[in-house]
């Protein structure tokens, strides 16, 4: 079952788990269940995402009941109307706090605009070897993206040397590969953590709050978070 968090007569959001599709892709055959269809089964209704998350990024996903609904929420986030927060766990301390402004290129090497601030929530040093390095750093953060490019947090995040653990992709894999044999973890660490919106229908403010998965909170036990 998903975790409902919100719902209403005209949306609803789940806290997606780590590793679920929003829909079907071309690009992830492999993939037989999908929040979509989990979604529409569980409840019964029809839905359709207004927005999306990666596959392996955990956290508030929001659905419409009705059409016009969809397209006013899409224009929200297209206008950059919706204030999102998301949390990750970084490699190494990372600095209290930092605005990265680095554009980025679509797949047909279209440059886009992207700005992305965070602040550094809590630091941890592990008593565990890591290469040459006596201890193991690593940072918790809190990020605010103000565009929605694709891959943005996961590209910003390594574009500053700061790579979000579990990110298989853009990340650090000697450090995945680390997670993976020392914790048994293979799951990155990103998670939607909040959503600030205005209805579309009430016109009321309306704030989304979604706790992290359980393999992220592990991590944080881990940690001493």
């Known amino acids: 079952m998903l975790e ?17 599709l929003v829909h079907r892709s071309s690009i992830a055959g492999d993939a037989k269940v ?20 990666d596959r392996k990024t955990g ?9 016009d609904v969809e397209i006013a929420m899409h224009q929200q986030f297209m206008n950059g109307e919706v ?12 600095p209290d706090k930092e605005d990265i402004d680095y554009p980025l290129a679509k797949e047909n090497g279209t440059i ?19 290469g040459k390095h006596p201890t193991s750093r690593y940072s918790l953060i809190e990020a605010t993206p103000t565009t929605g490019r694709m891959h943005q947090l ?29 914790w048994e973890m293979t799951t990155m660490l990103l998670h939607a953590s909040e ?9 009321e403010v309306v704030h989304l709050k979604a706790p992290v998965q ?12």
């Not at 359709?48 to 998350?53: A, C, W």
């Not at 886009?112 to 890591?130: I, N």
Request: glycine share 6%.
């Open 4 to 20: 409902i968090v919100y719902q209403d007569d005209h949306l609803i959001a789940i806290n997606k788990p780590h590793g679920l």
């Open 59 to 67: 956290g508030l996903l929001l659905f419409a009941f009705e059409k």
């Open 34 to 53: 999908f929040a979509l269809q989990l979604l529409r089964d569980q409840i019964g209704r029809h839905v359709s995402p207004v927005h999306r998350l």
């Open 112 to 130: 886009q605009d992207a700005f992305t601030s965070f602040v550094t929530l809590k630091r941890a040093e592990l008593d565990v070897a890591f």
């Open 154 to 182: 996961r590209r910003h995040f390594a574009h500053i040397f700061y790579p979000i653990i579990g990110d298989r992709k853009h990340g650090c894999n000697k450090q995945n590969k680390f997670f993976k044999e020392q």
């Open 83 to 94: 204030q999102k927060k998301y949390l990750a766990v970084l490699r190494g301390y990372a």
């Open 214 to 225: 359980e393999e992220f909170e592990r991590v944080n036990r881990l940690m001493g978070w």
């Open 195 to 203: 959503l600030l919106f205005k209805h579309p229908v009430t016109g």
